[in-house]
RNA sequence: GGUCCGUUCGUCUAGGGGUUAGGACACCAGAUUUUCAUUCUGGUAACAGGGGUUCGAUUCCCCUACGGACUACCA
């Protein structure tokens, strides 16, 4: 199958609202190995229903790809050879697919309306069958072109009768599917109905359109999640049908990713239920305004969200974890994808983020920090954000912890951790941080070291041990109880900045 | 209901006829940091159940249970 010729891997969605992380990582894996086997990458818009068409959902697709470092060489953004990328612009031209078909007798017309549908399935209903189908045994009794006379086949064709066209599905014959990651699918036809291929508003379903353009695109591997493998059947007789079968592609069906918690699919009330953000980037609905928290917005690396979504369904098979775009290109394979769903885990992205935030440079650091700094109305130097990113990047797992984690370097406490106060804050504490300030004001300059030595000068002035005052004196400086080398971080606020604190943190708290 | 797919620590997973069933996240404890976090060390914790096959099964087969997907003129 397809050895020798260039891989063509496409990522087919449709637009009918915000991209979900299963279909990123879906995108993603499609990518890792068209780079890897420097095939090329296709993002094709599947947009063959109307009625679910969302604005601007497919440029979040775009997007959100785009962030996470997912690229394409053709596609409905960018042209190439085998375009257009938008079923909706194919629309002219699968019709005659579908009439290839009827013409093969492979496929047929059928004019039922949708009452005549459903009646006949309330009517299997009432006589016990489970789950009614339009298949070879019903569909003598149904409105079409197998059941009815030839001429009023005609007859309705040209009086513009309004038709769907659906496929012939065998009675009885044993379907072999080859799956990549499943192995063989071996289903009955039986099982199987007579798929509607051609709608009659004059759109393709996705099961024509699909296997057609997979075709007319030259795609040699179909990598999709798992809710197509049910389907896969069919499409394996569309492509014999078509005569097709020769040049089938390889498919690969990915498992699901499921809720963190509880039963079921991932959705987007797991994140919403947990208050984290689900898709790749912001996403606002345009019928109701309602915005959805994007990962890129959250202050999440995509470097971390992309190795978090590959380890979801695909190990190395050794105990590497942290890879980088081009590692995995390196590694991945579909041989190593596992058959059965994974929960996402937003604990373990976040921790993917820290790895990612700890990487690198403070100045780097700063960079990324500095809009987050700004609109909480800060505009501190270069220099001086730098050394609070320092301070503070080993204690940082997202980038929009920032400014919360470190608001004490820019502002002065607007609080006192009462706990600490509570615990910390005894009698002799503010006489000595009184003196402290005096002896700080005379001071010429002030580094760490010599706010380190006038501190346990004075401490010992006044009978105290280090250990007692510590925590006092971090409360009074930042208003916390925990956080950064405590004199760095006081040479980093100034002098004149700790002596004020010191001072305000006694006016405020009392002496005891 | 039917069809198909699946089932190793709480989670992501490695492994595979004979292993002390390995790693990571999370959690817990200790050390270090006169704070918190980091870091380091250690720890708790898994082969869904029942039948086979076999000298031996968590690994292979079957059944059951459980989970999931699909069952539209949606993709």
Redesign the pocket.
């Known amino acids: 199958m397809n050895q020798g010729t260039p891989p063509r891997l496409r990522f ?3 637009p ?1 609202g915000p991209l979900h992380p299963g279909g990123v990582r879906t995108a993603l894996f499609n990518y890792l190995l068209a780079r890897q086997t420097g095939g090329t990458f296709i993002l094709r818009i ?4 109307q ?2 068409f969302v604005e601007g959902a497919e440029q979040f697709i775009i997007d959100s790809l785009a962030w996470c470092g997912i690229t394409f060489d053709e596609g409905v953004h960018l042209g190439g050879p085998y375009g257009p990328y938008r ?1 909706s612009e194919r629309k002219l031209m699968y019709r005659q697919y579908a009439m290839d078909l009827v013409e093969k007798g492979a496929a047929y017309y ?5 009452q005549e ?1 459903d009646e006949m ?1 309330d009517r299997m209903k009432a006589s016990g ?6 298949n070879s045994i019903t569909r003598v009794n149904m409105k079409n072109s197998l059941s009815l006379p030839a001429d009023e086949v005609n007859r309705r064709l040209e009086a513009g009768d ?3 066209i ?1 496929f012939r599905m065998p009675r009885n014959e044993e379907v072999r599917v080859q ?1 990549v ?8 036809t039986s ?3 007579d ?2 291929l ?4 004059g ?5 024509l ?2 296997v057609v353009d997979d075709r007319l695109m030259h795609i040699t591997h179909v990598i999709r ?7 896969t059947p069919l499409h394996v007789l569309l492509y014999r049908a078509f005569g097709w079968e020769d040049g089938m592609p390889l498919f690969a ?1 990915l ?2 990713l ?1 809720k ?6 991932l959705s987007k009330r797991d994140g919403d239920r947990l208050g984290l953000p689900f898709y790749a980037i912001n996403w606002t609905n345009p019928d109701t305004g309602e915005t959805t928290a994007g990962y890129r917005e959250a202050g999440y690396f995509p470097e971390a969200y992309v190795n978090f979504l590959a ?9 590497r ?1 942290m890879f980088g775009m081009d590692e995995l290109v390196q590694a991945f394979s579909l041989e ?1 994808v ?8 937003f ?2 992205l ?3 983020n ?2 990612y935030l ?1 990487k690198i440079s403070a100045a780097e650091l700063a960079v990324l920090v500095r809009p987050q700094a700004e609109s909480a109305g800060w505009s501190p130097s270069p220099g001086f954000l730098e050394e609070v990113c320092r301070l503070m990047q ?4 997202l980038l929009g912890d920032f400014t919360q984690m470190s608001a004490f370097f820019f502002e002065f406490p607007h609080r006192y951790d009462p706990e ?1 106060v509570e615990k910390r804050w005894k009698a002799p504490v503010p006489a000595c941080f009184l003196s402290m300030a005096e002896a700080l004001e005379g001071a010429e300059s002030m580094g760490a070291k010599e706010l380190e030595e006038v ?2 000068s004075k ?1 010992s002035e006044a009978g105290l ?7 006092a004196f ?1 409360l009074a400086l930042s208003g ?7 004199f760095e ?1 006081g040479a980093l606020m100034g002098r004149d900045s700790v002596v004020a604190r010191l001072r305000k943190a006694v006016e405020l708290l009392g002496h005891g």
């Open positions: 087919a969605p449709s009918t599947e947009d063959t229903d009625t679910r079923q059928a004019f039922d309306t949708e549908l399935r069958t489970a789950s009614p189908q339009y309004p038709y769907v659906r799956d990651i499943r192995g063989w699918v071996v289903v009955n099982q199987l109905d798929k509607v051609f709608k009659s508003d759109m393709p379903t996705y099961h359109a699909n999640g798992e809710e197509w493998l049910p389907s069906h498992p699901l499921l963190p918690d509880g039963d079921g699919k380890l979801l369904g695909w190990n190395p098979g050794d105990n974890e190593r596992n058959k059965h769903g994974a929960r996402y885990d604990q373990k976040a921790w993917f820290q790895q700890r080993e204690r940082l797992t600490v501190f346990q401490v041990k280090p250990g007692q005052v510590m925590q971090r916390e109880g925990g956080g950064p080398a405590l971080m």
